[in-house]
């Protein structure tokens, strides 16, 4: 985590925790019962499950809890257009508004890959996974603090697929024109090598045409179309297999 950030606790009984953990960590469920809430394990309990659930505590492997630490990175700044964009690593904070923006996007039925997302983030509340099961982040833009698009990839943690992961990027169509997709597109490939990824890849409805020419435009390649894989409204609609080498 960077040390400049801090984790948005809304309680002050699960900043103690929290700290302690950080401080101690891993450290046993009655060793920090004992430290912080000696006399009340149930609240203790209680507490554990929410900041679990939200992404700030989570099992260590040696058993005990520890930090979940946070996607760390330089936060970037540019101006465009007259407006000013930032770009930096999410953070469980950004939630509901990487929530927003993706249902916004995705509300023409032109980017289901985006919809799924939505749908999995709603569904399990935590916006970064790093477990035996998958491994998920996002990087965001913002503009006066609100987010206005992200990149995010999510990779399943399978060693014979351990080499790739799924990147989706999305901007809200008000900001778009201006560069922004492909800086969060960039932020995300540079961190995807970083990890030692070497090939990411995404799905589109050939209906998203812009979408495949902005991917193209970054040395994307279509690896493969199935015929008629969606049905939007009504209509059957080719999916679009696209990937890039990193």
Known sequence: MNAQQQPDLDHSDRERI????????????????QAVFPQDPGGFRHHVAIMKRNGLLEEALGGGL?????????????????????????????LSGIL????QVAEKRTYIVAESVAQELDHEGELLRRDDVESRVFFVATVNDEVVGWT????????KLSHTAELTTGVLEEYR??????????????????????????SIPSTNEAAIEFLEGHDWEVEAVREGHYKIDGEYVDEVMMAARL
């Open 66 to 94: 520890q930090v979940v630490p946070e996607l760390e990175g330089e936060e970037e700044e540019f101006t465009r257009d007259g407006i000013e964009f930032h770009v930096r690593p999410a953070r469980q904070a950004d």
């Open 18 to 33: 929290y700290e302690y953990v950080k401080e101690h960590g891993p450290a046993g469920y009655e060793e920090t019962q």
């Open 100 to 103: 927003g923006v993706l249902r």
């Open 152 to 159: 995010h990839l999510q990779s399943p943690e399978i060693e």
């Open 177 to 202: 024109g201006h560069g922004l997709g492909g800086h969060l597109l960039e932020r995300g490939l540079e961190w995807a090598a970083s990890q030692g990824y070497e090939r990411v890849y995404q």
